[in-house]
């Protein structure tokens, strides 16, 4: 099973990849960073 932060990761780097800027790539940004911090806290 994938663990909740590498998915969040994935969900940001596919968000960096959609042409809609700049919103999607903020989001991505964002998510790559909730995810991080969401893995170190948690773990």
């Given at each position: ?16 990849f ?13 998510l ?12």
């Amino acid at each position: 099973m994938v663990k909740t932060s590498t998915g969040i990761i994935l969900a940001g780097v596919v968000f960096l990849f959609i042409p809609i800027p700049p919103i999607a790539t903020i989001i991505g940004i964002v998510l790559i960073l909730a995810g991080v911090g969401y893995r170190s806290f948690v773990e």
